[in-house]
């Protein structure tokens, strides 16, 4: 839930940044990145979190070999990700970067519902609503990109 909410309150926050003179944010797209970048922020940092890496670690899915190097490439990337977004110039491509990232990495969400895991203490977020929010955070990558 916490990545909703830094997408959702970082971009209105954001945006009423903007329509109150600041330049920089003053269009959707500006404050759109800046809430990606936020919330890829709040998903990025645990993966280098003791207690949180071994609940990423537990969530990939068996098949996939090295599983603590997949989560630390994933961290990376979500945090390589959440700067690109703040970068005019490459914002489009690291948007869209993280739209792919996001597909890649939804196996995991799906094998760590199915076996009833938890993350963080807490049981994982079930299939549907997982979905549902992973369908939206991939739109706004792709709304961020284009």
Known sequence: MVPFIALT???VVLRLIGLMGVEVLDAWQPALRGALALMFVFTGVPHFLPSWRRDFVAMIPPVFPAPALLVTLTGVLELAGAAGL??????PYAAAGLALLMVAMFPANVSAARRGLTLAGKPVTALPARTALQLL???AAIAAAV
Request: hydrophobic content about 60%.
């Open 9 to 11: 309150g970082g971009f």
């Open 86 to 91: 703040l970068v005019p110039p490459v914002a």
């Open 137 to 139: 955070f991939i739109g």
